[in-house]
């Protein structure tokens, strides 16, 4: 009887079979370093689908925010390099509105964007936070004038101010002021010491992290700490509606990987980064480290299991698993709609793939 009720992607252990799941290869439909006059340097790690089909882009060394068509045409220019009213020097990630106005934080000057991309408006306003914390980044609620704002504490992550947390807060721009606040774990992190003082910090790869996304709708967050591998929905006051286990299997870190993660981080970061960064890599991966939805209110966990690919298990919004999307090694998904998938290839190269039915 306990077999009978089982669901057909899961094995005899109560994992899922993630082989048995219908497989996707979504094909390229376009590739392109560049837009009109305007060349990448490097891109965001988001990008913005309209109901148009086209993009909002945006390069964070450049400094510009583009519209572009799927075919990689310039279609207007949001925002450019600047201090100036609507201009940006250091965007964190793009969000957009369900009327899909885009909302902008900028990193350096200290403000948020609020972009009316077909009226070609701008407003402006801070999101303040404490002293000892930064703002991350900011995302539209469907309250016209309320914000999620994401903070961090720098202190603590160099290993001086207290345990490090994902602060969450509900920003009121009327009232000028924050009405909710929830913390969350943060990845642990390995910090850079040259000649005995911290210079930064790296996040321990495959340890367990905070991930989180909205549905399509924008009524609720769905939050995950990976270790757990479950996945909790949470209205935007965060309380929590219901939590889904998703019963994946987790892997050993492998000697192959280790040395992988080595020469990466070796030939990308300061040399004295790997010392710190070995000591802390767990035994045992989390079973997936990046986590989206998309239009259809699916869940997208990238798998990190072996494999030549980068694997996506694609779930219902019940939590029941559908399919296995299979896109390159290398680079990011940037969005995914009903016309495409974007893919940040590398910092200077967008690509765009076919839609997942």
Same mark, same amino acid.
């Given at each position: 009887?306990?077999?009978?009720?089982?669901?057909?992607? /899961?094995?005899?252990? !109560?994992?899922?079979?993630?082989?048995?799941?219908?497989?996707?290869?979504?094909?390229?439909?376009?590739?392109?370093?560049?837009?009109?006059?305007?060349?990448?340097?490097?891109?965001?790690?988001?990008?913005?689908?309209?109901?148009?089909?086209?993009?909002?882009?945006?390069?964070?060394?450049?400094?510009?925010?583009? $519209?572009?068509?799927?075919? !990689?045409?310039?279609?207007?220019?949001?925002?450019?390099?600047?201090? !100036?009213?609507?201009?940006?020097?250091?965007?964190? =990630?793009?969000?957009?509105?369900?009327?899909?106005?885009?909302?902008?934080?900028?990193?350096?000057?200290?403000?948020?964007?609020?972009?009316?991309?077909?009226?070609?408006?701008?407003?402006?306003?801070?999101?303040?936070?404490? $002293?000892?914390? +930064?703002? =991350?980044?900011?995302?539209?609620?469907?309250?016209?004038?309320?914000?999620?704002?994401?903070?961090?504490?720098?202190?603590?992550?160099?290993?001086? !101010?207290?345990?490090?947390?994902?602060?969450?807060?509900?920003?009121?721009?009327?009232? /000028?002021?924050?009405?909710?606040?929830?913390?969350?774990?943060?990845?642990?992190?390995?910090?850079?010491?040259?000649?005995?003082?911290?210079?930064?910090?790296?996040?321990?790869?495959?340890?367990?992290?905070?991930?989180?996304?909205?549905?399509?709708? +924008?009524?609720?967050?769905?939050?995950?700490?990976? $270790?757990?591998?479950?996945?909790?929905?949470?209205?935007?006051?965060?309380?929590?509606?219901?939590?889904?286990?998703?019963?994946?299997?987790?892997?050993?870190?492998?000697?192959?990987?280790?040395?992988?993660?080595?020469?990466?981080?070796?030939?990308? +970061?300061?040399?004295?980064?790997?010392?710190?960064?070995?000591?802390?890599?767990?035994?045992?991966?989390?079973?997936?480290?990046?986590?989206?939805?998309?239009?259809?209110? +699916?869940?997208?966990?990238?798998?990190?299991?072996?494999?030549?690919?980068? /694997?996506?298990?694609?779930?219902?919004?019940?939590?029941?698993?559908?399919?296995?999307?299979?896109?390159?090694?290398?680079?990011?998904?940037?969005?995914?709609?009903?016309?495409?998938?974007?893919?940040?290839?590398?910092?200077?190269?967008?690509?765009?793939? /076919?839609?997942?039915?």
């Amino acid at each position: 009887m306990i077999q009978g009720c089982g669901s057909q992607d /899961e094995t005899e252990s !109560g994992v899922i079979d993630t082989d048995s799941l219908p497989l996707d290869r979504p094909a390229q439909l376009a590739s392109f370093d560049h837009t009109g006059d305007f060349y990448f340097s490097h891109l965001n790690y988001t990008t913005i689908p309209l109901s148009s089909g086209n993009i909002l882009i945006h390069d964070r060394e450049e400094g510009f925010i583009l $519209e572009i068509t799927a075919e !990689g045409e310039t279609v207007k220019q949001i925002a450019r390099e600047g201090r !100036g009213p609507g201009e940006i020097l250091d965007a964190s =990630r793009l969000h957009a509105d369900a009327n899909e106005k885009l909302v902008v934080y900028d990193q350096f000057n200290q403000k948020v964007v609020r972009y009316d991309t077909a009226n070609d408006e701008h407003e402006e306003f801070t999101a303040p936070a404490p $002293e000892d914390y +930064r703002v =991350r980044t900011v995302y539209p609620l469907n309250e016209e004038n309320q914000f999620l704002v994401f903070q961090w504490k720098p202190s603590a992550i160099m290993g001086d !101010g207290g345990d490090p947390v994902n602060r969450l807060l509900i920003y009121d721009r009327d009232s /000028e002021s924050y009405t909710i606040e929830q913390n969350f774990p943060e990845q642990q992190m390995a910090q850079l010491i040259v000649d005995d003082q911290v210079r930064g910090a790296s996040p321990v790869p495959y340890s367990p992290q905070f991930l989180y996304a909205f549905s399509s709708d +924008r009524d609720h967050i769905f939050v995950s700490w990976t $270790e757990t591998n479950e996945i909790a929905k949470l209205t935007a006051d965060f309380d929590t509606v219901t939590t889904l286990q998703i019963p994946l299997e987790k892997e050993p870190l492998t000697r192959a990987e280790i040395d992988s993660l080595e020469e990466w981080t070796n030939s990308n +970061r300061h040399h004295d980064q790997w010392r710190t960064i070995e000591e802390k890599l767990p035994e045992t991966k989390v079973s997936f480290d990046e986590f989206k939805i998309d239009h259809l209110d +699916r869940f997208w966990l990238k798998l990190t299991r072996q494999s030549a690919d980068q /694997e996506w298990m694609v779930l219902s919004a019940d939590g029941d698993p559908q399919k296995m999307v299979r896109l390159p090694k290398e680079g990011m998904i940037t969005h995914i709609s009903e016309d495409h998938i974007g893919f940040r290839e590398n910092d200077y190269t967008f690509s765009l793939y /076919e839609a997942v039915q």
